[in-house]
């Protein structure tokens, strides 16, 4: 299913057709595209560090904890997660009416905030209350940074700079691992967690102070009617022999789209914007059904029941952050060689097949250290395909398939859908382990398999395709 538009002319090697930025100015698009990305960072870290917090924060007020039950760990950690649902969903429309620079700006601030408001939390329930307020800056930072970096990237650049916002994710994630463990080791026992906390609020400063220096996309520009503004912006990040072509392209699908209402609901009363919203949101949504959050978020508390000491899953949990980072640089390099569909539909065999393995190791072997090692052998197995295929795949995806016209208002929705399987998954993952213990890994599987399904009849080939072309492509096919 390859998404081709008539009227754009095929790739070609040529790099210097294909390349529509010089390494002066590909260096300033990676210079912008680090700033914004701290958003990914920020995004990975918060999402992250709830791991290895959770077993500090179940000691009783005491020992320095919040006395956390298996119930009240899942409503702590699955509290960001509901946050950054809504967050999407009013994100990407908060996007597309004031601007994606100005969206970012503000979304720092709420990482302040919420970073600091869970650090210094007194008990149970002000830690929830500033957890869903960090959650609103993660499911707001998903929605927009992805797609501010893909409309600020040439075509053939974009698959590798949009992928760069999961590599900080992850990169995040890790940032988040090692510093539990570390802090863990260093500090004193009482009120540890506050520490793994307070160091979100780090990268946050540096975000907002980054984002003073970024312009804004120019085709959010070119969709308020900021030609002038819109064709400047794109001189800045493209080589001049490209600019006048590009601009026209996307001054040709801003016309076609003027005197339109402003995007929102209705606009899914037009069969072919619900039927690539409905597929947006289906693709979020089983992403998240991979079940890859339970091993980010609790990798800790499942090492501990396979039998780990606290400390020793602590460390072993920094192995997932490596494996993570690892899998992601490498699935972008895969970008540029092979198609999103072969990846996706690869990364979803690997998860099934690695779910299958950690049900069985948790299911048939005896509790042992030699268990322990085999589940986390299997849980990086699981995060090599899913971060090096399916997610980096995944948001690029988003980025990508939606008409500019309500891109942040779609892409918000699909968002939406990541963030609500996540809650869902989270909520239910600890009382669900504690209840039937691998079993659970068993239903992800079923889960994964019957996605694998879904994704080889549905799932187009979007590489190579400017993203007006691809609008093209789908106003074409979902019309038919």
């Excluded at 997932?320 to 539909?345: E, K």
């Amino acid at each position: 299913m390859d998404v081709r538009d008539d009227t754009t002319p095929a790739p070609t090697t040529d790099a210097a057709d294909t390349g529509q930025a010089s390494p002066e100015v590909y260096r300033r698009l990676r210079t912008i595209t680090v700033i914004a990305t701290f958003g990914g960072l920020l995004f990975g870290y918060d999402t992250g560090v709830i791991s290895g917090a959770l077993p500090f924060m179940s000691r009783s007020p005491d020992e320095g904890g919040l006395g956390l039950t298996a119930l009240t760990e899942g409503v702590v950690a699955s509290s960001l997660v509901l946050g950054a649902a809504f967050g999407a969903l009013f994100g990407g429309r908060l996007a597309d009416r004031h601007g994606r620079r100005r969206t970012i700006l503000g979304l720092a601030v709420l990482f302040f905030v919420g970073a600091l408001g869970t650090a210094l939390a007194p008990e149970l329930w002000t830690m929830v209350l500033f957890r869903v307020l960090l959650g609103l800056a993660v499911g707001g930072a998903s929605a927009t940074v992805p797609v501010f970096i893909a409309e600020l990237a040439p075509a053939d650049r974009r698959g590798r700079l949009v992928t760069q916002n999961e590599l900080m994710i992850v990169t995040g994630q890790l940032l988040a691992y090692t510093s539990n463990a570390v802090i863990a080791r260093t500090v004193g026992e009482g009120g540890v967690w506050r520490w793994m906390l307070a160091i979100a609020t780090i990268p946050a400063v540096l975000l907002w102070i980054g984002m003073l220096f970024v312009p804004e996309s120019p085709r959010w520009l070119a969709s308020r009617g900021r030609f002038e503004d819109a064709e400047r912006t794109l001189g800045l990040i493209r080589d001049a022999r490209h600019v006048d072509e590009e601009f026209a392209e996307i001054k040709r699908r801003v016309t076609a789209d003027a005197g339109e209402p402003r995007a929102g609901w209705h606009d899914l009363g037009t069969p072919w914007v619900r039927r690539i919203v409905v597929f947006g949101f289906g693709l979020a949504s089983l992403t998240q059904l991979t079940g890859v959050n339970s091993i980010m978020y609790f990798a800790p508390t499942i090492l501990l029941d396979t039998g780990l000491g606290t400390q020793a899953a602590l460390t072993a949990t920094i192995a997932n952050g490596v494996v993570a980072v690892l899998a992601v640089s490498t699935g972008m390099w895969l970008l540029g060689r092979y198609g999103r569909r072969p990846m996706l539909l690869t990364g979803q065999v690997g998860v099934t097949f690695s779910l299958l393995l950690i049900a069985f190791f948790f299911m048939v072997l005896p509790e042992s250290t030699a268990r322990s090692y085999l589940v986390l052998g299997a849980m990086l197995t699981f995060l090599l395909f899913m971060q090096g295929c399916i997610a980096t795949v995944f948001w690029l995806m988003l980025s990508e398939i939606f008409p500019l016209r309500l891109r942040g208002f779609a892409m918000g929705t699909a968002v939406f859908g990541t963030w609500m399987a996540n809650f869902v998954v989270t909520l239910v993952f600890p009382p669900l382990i504690d209840a039937v213990g691998g079993t659970t890994f068993l239903l992800f599987a079923a889960v994964n398999a019957a996605t694998f399904v879904y994704y080889l009849r549905a799932v187009p080939e979007t590489k190579g395709r400017s993203m007006e072309a691809i609008e093209s492509y789908f106003r074409r096919q979902y019309a038919a």
